[in-house]
């Protein structure tokens, strides 16, 4: 499996913006589309969105549709989450994930980051 390690995350402001990555190692990143989802305790892992492997296809959750952009640099092996407009409800532990196909639904991924938290105060 890939190994994925999430940076960024931290606190910040209604209406701010913050930049996730996600750092991949131990296979080709390339192999891979990638998906960012995020979880408030309590909750069940909410799709966020998800770019393919060389990035011509990007979908998003509607909730963040306008707002985040998703995207990775493959030379770079890392996945990045752009997040603008931030609201008090976006606050969670971001995760990306990695797999061999598209889906939306957590479980079918078996690579996951350790979660990196976001925090947005009113």
């Known amino acids: 499996q890939v190994q994925l390690v999430e940076s960024g995350g931290g606190l910040v402001q209604a209406g701010g913006s913050l930049r996730l990555s996600c750092a991949a190692s131990g296979r080709t990143f390339s192999n891979y589309f990638m998906a960012w989802f995020r979880q408030v305790p309590g909750k069940e892992r909410e799709f966020v969105g998800h770019?393919?492997?060389?990035?011509?296809?990007?979908y998003y959750a509607d909730s963040v549709k306008g707002r985040f952009t998703v995207s990775r640099d493959n030379a770079k092996n890392t996945g990045y989450l752009q997040m603008h407009s931030l609201h008090p409800e976006d606050t969670a532990v971001y995760y990306c994930a990695a797999r061999s196909a598209y889906s939306r639904d957590p479980s079918r991924y078996a690579s996951w980051g350790q979660g990196t938290p976001v925090t947005v105060s009113s």
């Open positions: 770019i393919s492997r060389y990035g011509a296809s990007i």
